[in-house]
């Protein structure tokens, strides 16, 4: 196993009652990377991003997180190494009851216990200036349009400087524009801080300018792994399909 893996899925399979969502997937993302996962409704994407956070565990293979097989962690391990990640799911799941401000700066004050309240500010003021909300630490969730509550998720995501970031449809819910604002801070964190992505997404436009690596899931299979460039050259039906949606 190289250091440079951040990620790595083995042979991995998951079944729900009698269907097989996952049937032996294999990929590997190395750090620094932007995966972006494709596909139809209902396909398992959404589980393959549990499956990296031990949400779910794999019925049958391995998932890699840098050197470690998570697949049979127990919660103390599983803690442990989420710890390394940020997760910014659909509903970018604020305290609704907390300020903006607030929502950022309980993660700190669980998880990096030696702060002061002074670094813990500096942090918060920190994220919420990398994502555009520093005029907006003293708002209610309620207070924020679509757009600037995925913003404040993604700094939220953020905070705790993650070696790997989680992220399911940034573009949900949101019109084109701001779709790709958040396209374009995805890749101003990219850039800036080396982070590693896995991104689940419908949208193929904002994939095509943000991704690294693609990966694309239909009937329970990988039918599709590599560049763009790399997806160009394969058949497969609903890669083309995909494809030709933009
Ligand atoms: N906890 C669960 N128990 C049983 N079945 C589940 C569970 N979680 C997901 N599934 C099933 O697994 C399949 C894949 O779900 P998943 O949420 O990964 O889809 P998806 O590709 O992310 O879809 P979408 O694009 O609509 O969000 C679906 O058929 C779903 O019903």
């Known amino acids: 196993m190289s250091d440079s893996i951040a990620v790595e899925f083995c042979n991995v399979s998951k079944r729900f009652r009698d269907r097989d969502v996952l049937k032996d997937i294999s990929f590997q993302i ?77 993660p700190l004050k669980r998880l990096a216990k030696g702060k002061s309240q002074d670094e813990v500010n500096q942090e ?13 630490k003293a708002k209610m969730p309620a207070e924020l ?20 970031l989680l992220i399911d449809e940034p573009a949900s819910g949101l019109d084109p524009i701001t779709a790709s604002e958040i396209d374009d801070l995805l890749l101003a964190v990219k850039k800036q801080r080396n ?24 009937g329970g299979a990988l039918v599709a792994f590599g560049s763009f460039a790399d997806l160009e050259q394969n058949q497969n039906h609903t890669v083309r399909k995909l494809l030709s949606e933009t």
Request: proline fraction near 1%; glycine fraction near 10%.
């Open 30 to 106: 190395a750090r620094g990377e932007v995966l972006c996962i494709l596909g139809r409704s209902g396909v398992g994407k959404s589980i393959t991003l549990k499956l990296m956070i031990g949400l779910l565990q794999a019925d049958k293979g391995e998932v890699r997180i840098g050197s470690e097989d998570i697949s049979h962690f127990n919660e103390d391990n599983l803690s442990r190494i989420r710890r390394k990640m940020g997760f910014l799911f659909q509903s970018a799941a604020l305290f609704d009851s907390f300020s903006v401000g607030d929502n950022l700066a309980l």
């Open 124 to 136: 918060v003021d920190e994220a919420l200036r990398q994502v555009g909300l520093e005029q907006d």
């Open 195 to 218: 982070t590693t992505m896995v991104i689940v997404t419908h949208d193929i436009r904002g994939a095509r300018k943000i991704a690294d690596k693609v990966a694309v899931i239909d």
């Open 145 to 164: 349009s679509g757009g600037m509550r995925k913003r404040a998720g993604l700094a939220r995501a953020m905070v705790l400087n993650p070696q790997i």
